[in-house]
């Protein structure tokens, strides 16, 4: 399903590069296939596209076929890993313009990912008087910004359906048995979705986390789920010939030899959530213990005319990931009689031909430029090919945690911003500590 071309990195790695790392990928398959390395409880997404739980899954199904029936919006609450999978999934599939087309699946507004005044005050007045639902995900139910921000949307749904109508369109996606939002759906009576225990927020996209609201926006998540699991079934196999174990390999030898952010980068503006996806992926699995790759993401060939001046020539610190597909259609260059502008020499030509050039001639030329360059071929965009590359980072990281010697399945820095904020907010518990803060600030 995918093609990995490592033909523009390996002249910048050891030649023994790949032969070195198959003891520790050996090593790291086996801690993920029997959840025996660090943070070896948070595995279960690596057998979840064959042991998810199929009795929520039609639930899901269902919940969703509600939403397109009743709403005309529906309000997506929940930050980092309850957020970014579903509009990763969702624009890449469907369009980061879905909202803007004519369609008969709702509008899907995204919120609780920030703590912007004039982000909410924009979101109220979008859905303006339409008919909306909310589903509000958070695995620990208590994070700040999702918290917050389903009170409102609570509120709004409570003042305009009645407490009885409200709990017809509220769908809370949490732990199965602990937090406040558990506490707060047990009590309201609300259509309850688990984020397994053993399924960290990063990689939850197959969850009901990421699968209610991609299915509301009208995806098939059978499809999605079949991708996912032909890609646990092909990367279980190990080996040198494993795609996963060449790029977790690939990348870990550039990181040794001085290569220190990974840049992913495509030509299609619809991967762009999957990018920020991808980033928080890596950047919370590896970035630890003063290690880890520093996942970039850009879009081409917008940001050829930005950051392409960086990539070509300042500092030799990065290699890039090129991630490539096929567009779905064609569009054929006019022939213009008068040629004013010099570009007969591409009528005829399809639109697609032009990127693949410009993509072409960037590769090379970053290579010239010092720039590894990594090439991720997907066929075609579809259900099934997105699943499969979920799936595909998820094992990658996994494998290239394990090499890097961390707990990729665990994120102790996110913490550290928390306490600060619950001090100075004037949370109960954390007098002392506001105290200090003050004086420090
Ligand atoms: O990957 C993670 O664990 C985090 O990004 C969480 O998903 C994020 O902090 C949201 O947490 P929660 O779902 O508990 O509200």
Redesign the pocket.
Known sequence: MIRLDLSKAVSFLPENYAQTRQEGLKAAAQMLADHSGPGGDFTGWVTLPRDYDKEEFARIQAAAKKIQQQSQVLVVI?????YLGARAVIELLKSPNYNLKKKDTPDILFAGNGLSTDTLLETIALIGDRDFSVNI????GT?TE?AVAFRIFKGMLEEKYGKEGARERIYATTDKARGALKGLADAEGYEEFVVPDEV???YSVLTAVGLLPIAAAGIDIVSLMEGARKAMEELSVGGPDNIAWQYAAARHALYESGKKVEILACYEPPFRFFAEWWK?LYG?SEGKEGKGLFPASVEFTADLHSMGQYIQQGERLMFETVVKFAPKGEFIIPEDPENVDGLNFLAGKPLSFVAEQAMRGTILAHVDGGVPNVLLELPQISESSVGYFIYFFEYVCGLSGYLLKVNPFD?PG?EAYKKNMFALLGKPGYEDMKAELEARL
């Open positions: 929940g930050i980092g890993g309850s995900i958070s695995k620990s994070t999702p960290g927020g990063r928080q919370e994120q996110v």
